[in-house]
């Protein structure tokens, strides 16, 4: 018995260690394309992020023997779930390339509130009151830091909250993508939305393709290579250990964030922005708490 509890132990310290890993990776990403969109247009940022992490994981796919062209990549699940990262990851490059980078990752953390609230509308899960009550708690959070009715108030910081819901919304939509598509499959189509956003931001945004000069191709691609080991940290963080001990380190990519913004972008946070964020974070972790209650 003593055996089995040390392995389980041991399995969740490794997974919330990959959980850690792939949070640091995300924002190390967000910081490398926020750096690359200050010199290229954004739609050439998500178009050439997105064609090195489809490359990456189209040699990966190959690499296993998973077939990139299966008949369940046209399942309605995985339409639903390329929509969703398509809206999410423009307006959140967007947001992070036109707004303070700690802002954005904060505004982010509300991500998993807004799951647990759409898989109780859409998957039937049953979500108690207190749990509703944590979720109102965490959008109170959000509104605080977007302070819609004070004077410092921008409609850019809209911009990380729509990124926040399509990024929640595809989280949805992977629970009902067929088994069938492994990781590789999942993320090649992921990162294939990537140059959809960008295309599409392309005919709005207007601006014509500039010269990547070697200082940013350097920043791009160190975002393709943190954005994939970030990818595949966290399948293995939610192999390895149960769900619910390594889901609370997601948190951990708030820290990192913030950190970046105010070490390489000049940043700094005022006292809205630690309640709201506190607020969320609180609700989130109280959340993961009563959903292991019996």
């Known amino acids: 018995m003593t055996a089995h509890i040390q392995t389980d132990a041991r399995s969740n310290m490794v997974g919330s260690l990959w959980m850690v890993a ?8 967000d910081a490398l394309l926020k750096a690359a969109s200050s010199a290229l247009p954004i739609w050439q940022v998500l178009v050439l992020f997105g064609t090195g992490g489809s490359v990456i994981f189209a040699a990966l796919a190959s690499a296993r023997g998973k077939r990139l062209i299966h008949p369940d990549v046209l399942s309605r699940p995985m339409k639903v779930r390329v929509l969703f990262e398509v809206f999410g990851r423009l307006f959140y490059v967007l947001a992070i390339a036109l707004t303070p980078l700690s802002s954005a990752t904060v505004i982010l953390q509300a991500t998993p509130l807004v799951v647990v609230a759409g898989a109780a509308l859409f998957f039937g899960e049953t979500v108690g009151w207190r749990r509703w009550s944590a979720i109102f708690v965490g959008m109170i959070g959000v509104v605080i830091i977007l302070q819609p009715t004070g004077d410092s108030f921008s409609l ?10 399509g990024f929640a919304g595809r989280d949805l939509a992977s629970r009902a993508a067929p088994a069938t598509l492994g990781t590789e ?4 189509y992921g990162f294939l939305s990537i140059i959809v956003a ?5 005919t709005w945004e207007g601006a014509p393709m500039t010269p990547v000069s070697m200082h940013t191709s350097l920043h791009l691609t ?3 290579l943190m954005g994939v080991m970030a990818y595949a940290s966290l399948m293995n963080a939610m192999r390895t250990g149960e769900v619910s001990a390594v889901t609370p380190f997601r948190y951990t990519r708030l820290l990192f964030g913030i950190g970046l913004g105010i070490a390489l972008f000049g940043e700094s946070l005022d006292r809205t922005m630690w309640v709201g964020s506190a607020l969320i974070v609180a609700s989130g972790l109280y959340i993961l708490w009563r959903g292991r209650q019996v």
């Open 22 to 29: 792939a949070m640091a990776g995300f924002a190390l990403e």
């Open 185 to 188: 499959v999942l993320g090649f």
């Open 198 to 202: 960008g295309l599409a931001y392309r």
């Open 156 to 165: 850019l910081s809209i911009l990380a909250v729509l990124g926040m819901l």
């Open 222 to 224: 160190g975002a393709v």
